[in-house]
């Protein structure tokens, strides 16, 4: 669930940690591709070089955004669409190769799993402790 999170995450867990740097420079580099292009594929009435969204009031920036038509937007939200496929793709083989390590760390007995019965400064109940 952790690589699913956050790509990489789990590979972190699971001890490896160029794996994990992959998957995560991999997620850096979607999420920033995503966000470039669907800025640059804005009309350019809308781009921060004919208006400055911070200092212009927001009436302008309104009227600025409807004076475009749905259609002019469209490559945009396309960019934005495949991002999140993208996203969603590496999510689901990092969470998937995550699972498959642990597994195997489970298997080689490097991670045990021994019932506790915990007192005190965990409260008072039955679980599993992980040990590496």
């Known amino acids: 669930m952790a690589s699913f999170m956050l790509p990489g995450a789990g590979q972190f867990m699971t001890g490896d940690a160029l794996g994990g740097s992959l998957f995560v420079a991999g997620d850096l580099t979607v999420a920033a591709g995503t966000l470039l292009g669907a ?4 009309p350019t009435n809308v781009q921060f070089s004919s208006l400055n969204w911070f200092t212009a009031p927001l009436s302008n920036v309104r009227t600025t955004f409807e004076s475009n038509s749905f259609v002019q937007y469209l490559p945009s939200l396309g960019v934005m669409a495949g991002g999140m496929l993208l996203t ?3 999510r689901h083989f990092s969470a998937g190769i995550a699972a498959r390590d642990a597994w195997q760390n489970i298997q080689n ?14 409260g008072f109940g039955v679980g599993m402790r992980m040990r590496f």
């Open 39 to 42: 800025y640059f594929l804005l």
């Open 88 to 90: 969603a793709v590496l």
């Open 109 to 122: 007995g490097k991670v045990t799993f021994t019932p506790t019965l915990g007192f005190l400064d965990r």
